[in-house]
């Protein structure tokens, strides 16, 4: 068998360009980023989705993948993978503000742990409701949601010389825009319940001026921010259901020019 120079730099980049975009996917991707993930597992997984990918690639631009315009490509299907990669990333992050907002009624504000997912310190409530939306994620199947994001992602953003436009910069910047929103629906019931005890806590000390309302109020705000929290996980999943279903449908909208 015969192989001309076109041939083996076709088939060089049918490999490390889907190899590019899919590293970078599940290198910044909720769960598959998360660092308690060994790299080796990471690189693993990439190879395998890799593999599953190759035979339903649209055709490959036989460009060499060491020239300028191969170096390019690759840049473009990094930028690619991070893009989509974040973009759902940003889902985890809206709970972390949620869980700072909470966190600041109740008199946690100061609370910190370390994050094992991304490696910073985040509140305790922002960690709690991580965990939370990590098992809610993968109870929803989330992950296989994300592979079927990525497999598609190669028919709506085929390898070559187009990438992201500007419209789908504004996509991801518009989910920016709206974790705060999203993260104010989700801490509003414990946010409100805690500020109804401290406006009952006010009107107490106006009327008993002896009472030591910081000695008290604060273990109590404490326990019943506690108990509306559990009381408040109920309103969490379609909640998260919903973040999961419009992160997907944004990221997987990539390239197609929707809004």
Not at 224 to 230: H, R, S
């Amino acid at each position: 068998m015969l192989f001309t120079n076109a041939d083996i730099t076709t088939w060089i980049g049918s490999l490390v360009w889907p190899f590019t975009r899919i590293a970078a996917i599940l290198a910044i991707a909720p769960i598959f980023g998360a660092r308690m993930v060994q790299k080796r597992i990471r690189l693993v997984m990439t190879l395998l989705l890799t593999w599953v990918v190759l035979p339903l690639l649209p055709q490959v631009p036989a460009i060499d993948p060491f020239s300028i315009a191969g170096a390019l490509i690759t840049v473009q299907q990094l930028v690619i993978g991070l893009a989509i990669g974040f973009g759902l990333q940003l889902i985890f992050a809206t709970l972390v503000i949620a869980g700072q907002a909470t966190a600041m009624g109740m008199g946690l504000g100061f609370a910190q742990m370390v994050d094992p997912q991304n490696g910073v310190s985040v509140p305790v409530i922002g960690q709690y409701y991580v965990v939370i939306a990590t098992l809610l994620f993968l109870a929803l199947n989330g992950h296989l949601a994300l592979i079927r994001v990525l497999v598609d992602s190669f028919q709506t953003l085929p390898i070559g010389v187009d990438s992201l436009g500007r419209e789908d910069f504004w996509v991801i910047a518009n989910w920016g825009t709206r974790m705060f929103s999203d993260a104010l629906m989700v801490a509003i019931p414990a946010i409100a319940s805690i500020l109804l005890v401290n406006l009952a806590f006010g009107i107490v000390s106006r009327s008993a001026p002896q009472l030591n309302v910081f000695g008290v109020g604060f273990p109590v705000t404490l326990t019943l921010g506690f108990i509306i929290l559990v009381f408040a996980i109920s309103n969490l999943l379609p909640q998260m259901q919903q973040l999961i279903n419009e992160a997907l449908i944004s990221v997987g909208q990539l390239g197609s020019g929707a809004p």
